[in-house]
T-cell receptor, first 113, second 113 residues
Framework: GESVGLHLPTLSVQEGDNSIINCAYSNSASDYFIWYKQESGKGPQFIIDIRSNMDKRQGQRVTVLLNKTVKHLSLQIAATQPGDSAVYFCAENIGGGSYKLIFGSGTRLLVRP | GAVVSQHPSWVICKSGTSVKIECRSLDFQATTMFWYRQFPKQSLMLMATSNEGSKATYEQGVEKDKFLINHASLTLSTLTVTSAHPEDSSFYIC?????????FGPGTRLLVL
């Protein structure tokens, strides 16, 4: 089912440190996962994606890890910057030709200068 | 790159009136668009899948007679909130499928007085 959080958990990190944001997804049949960044009052912005046949994917300063055994996804941000402050959501797609996404509950990242 | 726009960006209306929100794909055609609703400090919740030339598919618990969706062209989907009430106040976000990804619009803030 869909996961909705009433209160967003917050991760506070020092500028320059690495950040790790976690997400538990709900459907074992999901085969495509995306991390989004959402700034206040704006739509979600794509960060990085990963398919179920992979367990790790790297981008610029970001890495996504997928553990299908425990249905867990993580986003690692290296050398976190003030501009990284936002809410981060994972989203899952159950495939089958549909691009429908189900979003996780989200985590607010605060970067201390 | 693929851009999705929404209009209006924000709207205030009186209780009982209807409000139409537009979602446009600016430089690509989208046979499928999605509508999400997001309450403060919560995640995005999928409301419905908008299919060009056919009826929308609504998620469980979403009233199709209250949230009318029309996808009359390959670049435009509209969401009409009929007889809006204060509890319908929310952030409405659309996305469009392109090249196996989802492009999100900037969102529309609805406030019902």
């Amino acid at each position: 089912g869909e996961s909705v959080g009433l209160h967003l958990p917050t991760l506070s990190v020092q500028e320059g440190d690495n950040s790790i944001i976690n997400c538990a997804y709900s459907n074992s049949a999901s085969d495509y996962f995306i991390w989004y960044k959402q700034e206040s009052g704006k739509g979600p912005q794509f960060i990085i994606d990963i398919r179920s046949n992979m367990d790790k994917r790297q981008g610029q300063r970001v890495t996504v890890l997928l553990n299908k055994t425990v249905k867990h996804l993580s986003l690692q941000i290296a050398a976190t910057q003030p501009g990284d402050s936002a809410v981060y959501f994972c989203a899952e797609n159950i495939g089958g030709g549909s691009y429908k996404l189900i979003f996780g509950s989200g985590t607010r990242l605060l970067v201390r200068p | 790159g693929a851009v999705v726009s929404q209009h209006p960006s924000w709207v205030i209306c009186k209780s009982g009136t209807s409000v139409k929100i537009e979602c446009r794909s600016l430089d690509f055609q989208a046979t499928t668009m999605f509508w999400y609703r997001q309450f403060p400090k919560q995640s995005l919740m999928l409301m419905a899948t908008s299919n060009e030339g056919s009826k929308a598919t609504y998620e469980q618990g979403v009233e199709k007679d209250k949230f009318l969706i029309n996808h009359a062209s390959l670049t435009l989907s509209t969401l009409t909130v009929t007889s809006a009430h204060p509890e319908d106040s929310s952030f409405y976000i659309c996305s469009a499928s392109v090249d196996e990804t989802n492009q999100f619009g900037p969102g529309t803030r609805l406030l019902v007085l």
